[in-house]
C-alpha cells in the first residue's frame, strides 16, 4: 500500500495511509488473505471473467470499514501479519521444520 498511496496522495483531500483500502465491486479486499486466493474467490470464476486481466480494483482512502477488515496501525503489524501466514503456512506443509529453523535475517527479507 506504501506504492499506492505514494502514488494518490496529491489527490487526496486529507491523506491518511492507514485508512487505505481495496475493493472489487463493493467487496472490500481483505489485505491479510493471500491475493491469489482472493482473486479465484471474486474474480476467477467463469461465472465472472468478463473483465480480464488486469484485474481492475478500487484504492479508497477514507470511510476505512472496520467491521469487514481488520485496520492495520504501521507496517510492522502488516508483516507481523504476513509472517504469522507463512508460519501457519509452514506449520501445515512442513510440520513447521522450515520457518523454526530460520534465522530473523531469513524471517526479514521474506518480507
Known amino acids: 500500500t506504501d506504492k499506492v498511496f505514494k502514488h494518490f496522495r496529491k489527490h487526496c483531500k486529507d491523506p491518511n495511509q492507514n485508512n487505505v483500502w481495496f475493493d472489487f465491486k463493493g467487496t472490500p479486499l481483505k489485505w491479510h488473505h493471500p491475493v ?3 482473486f479465484d474467490l471474486l474474480k476467477g470464476g467463469k461465472t465472472d471473467n468478463e473483465d480480464g486481466l488486469p484485474w ?7 470511510n476505512f470499514p472496520s467491521k469487514d477488515l481488520i485496520p492495520f496501525t504501521s507496517r510492522e503489524s502488516i508483516s507481523s501479519q504476513y509472517m504469522s501466514s507463512v508460519k501457519e503456512a509452514d506449520q501445515l506443509k512442513h510440520g513447521g521444520r522450515v520457518v523454526s529453523t530460520m534465522q530473523k535475517k531469513d524471517h526479514q527479507q521474506l518480507w
Open 36 to 38: 491469489g486466493a482472493l
Open 56 to 62: 481492475q480494483l478500487t484504492v479508497h482512502f477514507s
